[in-house]
């Protein structure tokens, strides 16, 4: 088949799949259902709205798995944290180890470092990101921690400190050990972390091929190809683990940008893992709509202050409120505001004073987040505080 048909054939079958989504998405939507994902061919899925950080679909997200090169993701954070603190610069080499050299023989992917090199961490940055190199994500780790064993160390105590409860690291390439293993949630919540924490180092992982020492090698994320609002991240796979793909995408929406962020693991080929991806974003775009309900430091309500020298406060959501909600139904949503009252000063910025509850119309919970002071408010004087005191027990 042509390049040409090829592309034809793809078109078509993405136009049959956005009707039928569209279709199943009115129809939820007019019974008022939540919008039931595509069925997947994937022993474990999740799809999360990076903004609003919602789930939006998911199977057995929960479930221990080998994550195989997805491993490299926790490898790469540990290294973008050795950049930002000035442990390592991009232009500094790093001596080729044997360790790094024996994984030649381990059958995994490979940059070809050998010890007679000395490469430079952002060329290792590309072999490991781009050409999912085992061998540069072991000279990474010696580089940064001294030996692989201390790297690993690190990873789990990473995992740790961020409460997933369903990983654990034994070593930092992904290839298949004995109590190595993680989760769809686990390693969203790692991939997230990359893009949220490391802005400047994510676009690495659209790169689409990588020449080191004359060897070329394609990404072999093809949905970077395909589609272009997909922007990265990582593929992964081992006989145990199957075809394995993180997948994110920025699209523009009628309501802004949105991120989606998607991990499917267990497919049965690398068409396979690619195709399942894009059809989950599509659905997440197609099915959901995404809103922004309040602006970082903009006031959601003004309510009076006791004994503070001002007699009113400003109160509002510490950053950027989203929301993620079935398409159409995004005038149907409920804000409720709990708060404390009444509020007596002093006052601290940022001091949470109450929650905002975000609901369907039916009162099914979206969303939860506190509610915070804008603006400090000091004590006010002594005989303001007196006359405050004395309308508080009239009140």
């Known amino acids: 088949m042509s390049m040409t048909a090829f592309q034809t054939s793809f078109l078509s079958r993405l136009r049959r799949a956005v009707v039928l989504l569209l279709a199943t998405t009115a129809a939820a ?10 069925e997947l061919a994937a022993r474990q899925y999740l799809l999360i709205d990076l903004a609003s950080n919602q789930v939006l679909a998911e199977r057995d997200a929960d479930a221990q798995a080998d994550p195989a090169s997805l491993t490299k993701l926790m490898t790469a954070y540990l290294v973008f944290n050795a950049l930002r603190d000035k442990k390592l610069s991009l232009e500094q080499t790093l001596p080729v180890s044997e360790r790094a050299w024996a994984e030649r023989k381990g059958g995994g992917s490979l940059m070809f470092i050998d010890p007679k090199m000395t490469p430079r961490v952002d060329e290792l940055l590309r072999g490991m990101i781009v050409q999912s190199g085992n061998d540069a994500s072991v000279a990474l780790a010696e580089g940064v ?19 997933l409860k369903n990983t654990q690291f034994k070593n930092v390439t992904g290839l298949t050990e004995a109590g190595h293993y993680s989760s769809a949630r686990d390693v969203a919540a790692v991939a997230a972390r990359i893009i949220g924490e490391h802005p400047e180092f994510y676009p690495l992982y659209a790169i689409r091929q990588y020449s080191f020492n004359n060897i070329r090698q394609d990404n072999r994320n093809l949905l970077l190809g395909r589609d272009p609002s997909i922007d990265g991240m990582k593929t992964g796979y081992t006989d145990s683990a199957g075809y394995c793909l993180v997948a ?7 309501n802004g940008q949105r991120r989606l962020l998607s991990v499917v693991l267990g497919t049965s080929s690398r068409e396979a893992r690619a195709s399942e991806s894009q059809k989950l974003l599509n659905w997440g775009y197609l099915a959901w709509d995404a809103l922004r309900l309040f602006d970082a430091g903009k006031a959601v309500a003004t309510v009076p202050v006791w004994k503070g020298a001002s007699s009113e406060v400003k109160l509002g959501t510490p950053g ?25 000063a002093p006052l601290t910025a940022g001091q949470r004073v109450g929650t905002i509850r975000i609901t369907t119309a039916a009162g099914t919970p979206i969303a939860s987040v506190p509610l915070v002071v804008l603006e400090p408010v000091p004590l006010a004087g002594v005989f303001g505080r007196a006359w405050d005191s004395i309308r508080l027990w009239i009140k």
């Open 29 to 38: 939507v007019a019974i008022g259902q939540t919008p039931q994902p595509p």
């Open 145 to 163: 921690a001294g030996s692989v064993d201390a790297f690993v160390a690190l990873m789990n105590r990473q995992a740790q400190a961020w409460g």
């Open 248 to 254: 994110s995408a920025v699209r523009n929406m009628p």
């Open 320 to 344: 950027a409120l989203f929301t993620t909600v079935p398409k159409g139904e995004g005038e149907k949503i409920k804000t409720v505001i709990e708060r404390t009252d009444p509020l007596v």
